[in-house]
């Protein structure tokens, strides 16, 4: 059995859906990696050492450790991750099928047990 051409419609639908997956998986890993090390008090100590260092500048940086934004940077690279790896699904089988069509394509071997 030879596999001589994927569609690429069926390739973007299968490349979207587990896209989708894996930015859900990238926003819950995000969410529980700031619950764990605000249980931590990381960010805290964090806040401390820059109250210590009384730097203007410095201070700033305790507002980006909030989950808000945290959630919002998850968000943001879990839609990239859909765009681009649905438009890689798609021109990976279109470039599958154009090697294919040189070289006759992927031949298995399917066997009933």
């Known amino acids: 059995m030879t596999i ?9 639908k299968l ?15 995000m969410m529980f990696l700031w619950f764990v090390l605000d249980s931590m ?4 100590e964090i806040q401390k050492l ?3 260092l009384n730097s203007e500048s410095l201070l700033q940086v305790g507002k980006y ?3 808000s934004r945290w959630m919002s940077f998850a968000v943001i690279v879990a ?3 859909i765009v681009l790896f649905t438009a ?15 070289v006759g394509g992927l ?3 399917v066997t009933d047990e």
């Open 65 to 67: 450790l909030q989950f």
């Open 50 to 52: 820059l109250d210590t």
């Open 79 to 81: 839609i990239i991750d």
């Open 4 to 12: 001589s051409k994927v569609d690429p419609l069926s390739a973007l």
């Open 41 to 44: 008090h990381v960010f805290s």
């Open 88 to 102: 890689l699904a798609a021109v990976s089988a279109l470039i599958y099928n154009l090697i294919a069509s040189l």
């Open 107 to 109: 031949r298995i071997t």
């Open 15 to 29: 490349g979207f859906l587990s896209s989708v997956a894996i930015g859900i998986m990238i926003v819950v890993a």
